[in-house]
């Protein structure tokens, strides 16, 4: 799915957000926003999901303007311990979305199972959020995105507070899925190592207010992304260091 | 260390929070039970003394009180569960007349509560009528539930039913108003229909605060059906009984109708506690 944002204009009030945002994100991409604290990066989000409508300019999901929540589109919050629902369990925070498809009972808790395995996690379905880890608890908030095969994925600091080892398994696991199902991501980090690993694409925020787009940067990184090797790599290190001038000159 | 940030965020999250003082009295209740077993027996026997040493007929002690209590309404035949005629006649309308006007105070409550608590407008407009409401002393309106019904059942369950539903109503509002807007967030992009949203966020996340309002209504309910059944036009009913021993001066029974009182409100709160318990779950209370 091609995401497209037009002169997007963003304000609270008076208070200038995001200015003239043109970007076009074609299918498959994985696209990392990255920018400091407070620039404007979660409102650039909630606005491609159709929780706040654009105060200027327009957002198109394959031409057609983003008017409400589309279809076809997921999302994953940073704050997974509020984004799951507490009361239900594993399997059944996943199957929550396959309701509006209409499946029967049966079949949703046999996908939900699916999924969860696929994220690495098929002994907790029948557990509360609560009880496990903030990783696991992350990646039940990444299966409920996944288990309708959305088009667009957008991903708010997914992995923002997450310990450190736990964050790059799960970048590992973005990056598989992104690999095999080909879905467009849109990714918002503050981390700038992050955003080059695992981004196909970065794109840094100037800081607010009134943000603009001060860098659009493809990465070319050779070979399967790994986290040692890659992360040693003399263009990882190049293209960290641009995003970083970008970031801090900004 | 930051992922143990998440978990604290996770449990002290708005859902579990006021569940939680529900569940530490589960342990601890059974650690205390010895003790307290000790102080309600110490206080009886006290009273048992004290009472036998005076000898007034207007205090008698808790043994005698207990075997008027057991031979008005516990000593029936064994097909009937022991219940005399008299706890049928007076005990179960009674029952009756509360389980009515409850069950009207929460279907109305928790209905009207997620309707003011879901729309801003609905909550700033509704608000002070709402706190007026609850600050009247419920008692104070059922002369005018008299005036305009007249005495019997139906005045008496609309007036149980009149001051219970405020705590309800009061409780579900602002339960459903105080819902993660993250949480809300996550409904509106798994485009969940209005009421899957009902189901499976607004009430769920509501209901620590609607329990609490439902204890609260429960025990306006008890006295409000004693005090509708003291009045005149009344011909059963643990009031009435209360009413019409006094009126014959058989301040025993009033006792052992005091006694029944105090034991059908603690049955019933620790009833409404055990369904809290089981709706919220032992996960959520800890969560």
Known sequence: MTLRLDALGQRYGDHPVLRDITLTVPDGQLLCVVGPSGCGKSTLLRTVAGLRPAREGTVTLDGTPVTGVPDHLAVVFQDYGRSLFPWLTVRDNVALPLRRRGLARAERRAEAERILERVGLDGAARRHPWQLSGGMQQRVAIARALVCRPSLLLMDEPFGSLDAQTREDLEDLLLEVHRTENTTILLVTHDIDESVYVGDRVVVLSSGPGARVVLDLPVELPGKRDQITTRGLPEFVALRARVGRAVRGA | MRGEQGQGTARTSPVSRPAASSSAAGPASRRALLPRLLVLLLTLAVWQAVARAHGSVYFPPPSRVAGRAHALWFSGPVRHLFLT???????????????????????????????????????????????????????????????????????????????????????????????????????????????????????????????????????????????????????????????????????????????????????????????????????????
Do not use: K
């Open chain 2, 85 to 287: 005629d008299a706890a049928v006649g007076n005990v179960l309308p009674s029952l009756g007349r509360m389980a009515a006007g409850f069950g009207i105070a929460v279907v109305c409550g928790i209905g009207l509560g997620v309707a003011v608590g879901r729309s801003r407008w609905a909550y700033a407009l509704c608000n002070p009528v709402l706190q007026f409401a609850r600050a009247v002393p419920p008692p104070a309106l059922v002369p005018v539930f008299v005036v305009v019904l007249d005495f019997g059942t139906p005045m008496q369950i609309t007036a149980i039913a009149f001051s219970a539903v405020w705590p309800v109503l009061i409780n579900t509002a602002e339960g459903v108003r105080n819902t993660d807007p993250l949480r809300l967030d996550v409904a509106a992009v798994l485009r969940l229909h209005p009421v899957e949203r009902l189901r499976f966020l607004l009430l769920p996340s509501a209901m620590p605060r609607i329990f609490a309002g439902l204890r609260l209504s429960l025990s306006l309910s008890l006295i409000l059906m004693v005090f509708s059944e003291l009045l005149p036009g009344t011909a059963d009913g643990i009031g009435f009984t209360l009413t019409d021993a006094q009126s014959r001066s058989d301040l025993l029974t009033v006792w052992a109708a005091l006694l029944l009182l105090g034991v059908l409100g603690y049955v019933l709160n620790t009833v409404l506690l055990a369904v809290e318990r089981r709706l919220l779950g032992r996960g959520r209370t800890t969560a």
